[in-house]
């Protein structure tokens, strides 16, 4: 089993619209959650981190749910820029110093 | 800061040439990673350090190598290059492994390596 899986998508929404993403996570004593962002051809950036409280930056909206081990990204009044590949990070326990990123899911913003 | 920098960005090696994949950081991060990302794949760990002088491998290691003589550098080297190695390869530096909430990795611009 993965440690990390992903819809892969695409997600192809218009502007304005609100859009939500899954990742569930195969380790339950996984500690840390990330969303980082992937243009096309260029290397990840972080997006943000996934509290266990969940978190809100802006339109963006990370939630943590250990019961069902899965970390959600939810996108409000989408714009043309948030047309990107959406990964989603998780490390394992300590000592373990390896994050383990999803497939992706690619996001396209339609005018 | 120039941050993280790889070199090449390009290269076609031939079946069974090797060749050294750059990488270098200037934010004194302790920890620094190798890895590829497949058309349409999400990135799988090669090797990874916790400091200079140490080492260890990551989901696939097979057919690279690797050395941390330095703090900044964190080369990869390929030996007899196969079509299977045909990937972008990023490396990526953190501060610390833990705690690991505060994290972030910052990747470098990536390298395209095709294998003929």
């Known amino acids: 089993r993965k440690e990390v899986e992903q819809d892969p998508g695409p997600f192809n929404v218009p502007e304005g619209a609100t859009v939500a993403f899954n990742c569930t996570y195969s380790?339950?004593?996984?500690?840390?959650f990330f969303w980082y962002r992937q243009d096309c051809r260029k290397e990840p950036k972080l997006l943000m981190s996934?509290?266990?409280s969940g978190n809100e930056d802006g339109r963006f909206t990370a939630q943590l749910n250990r019961a069902s081990q899965y970390i959600s990204l939810l996108i409000r009044d989408s714009k043309l820029s948030d047309s990107a590949t959406y990964l989603c990070?998780?490390?394992?326990?300590?000592?373990?110093?390896?994050?383990?990123f999803g497939t992706g899911t690619s996001l396209t913003v339609i005018p | 800061n120039a941050g993280v920098t790889q070199t090449p960005k390009f290269r076609i090696l031939k079946i069974g040439q090797s060749m050294t994949l750059q990488c270098a950081q200037d934010?004194?991060?302790?920890?620094m990673y190798w890895y590829r990302q497949d058309p349409g794949m999400g990135l799988k760990l090669i090797y990874y350090?916790?400091?200079?002088?140490?080492?260890d491998k990551g989901e696939v290691p097979n057919g690279y190598n690797v050395s941390r003589s330095t703090t900044e550098d964190f080369p990869l080297r390929l030996e007899l290059a196969a079509p299977s190695q045909t990937s972008v390869y990023f490396c990526?530096?953190?501060?610390?492994?833990?705690?690991?909430?505060?994290?972030?990795?910052?990747f470098g611009p990536g390298t395209r390596l095709t294998v003929l």
């Open positions: 990526a530096s953190s501060h610390e492994g833990f705690p690991s909430s505060y994290n972030e990795q910052f």
């Open positions: 380790n339950s004593a996984s500690q840390s």
């Open positions: 996934v509290y266990s």
């Open positions: 990070v998780v490390i394992p326990t300590p000592p373990r110093n390896q994050f383990y």
């Open positions: 934010m004194n991060h302790n920890y």
């Open positions: 350090s916790v400091g200079a002088g140490i080492t």
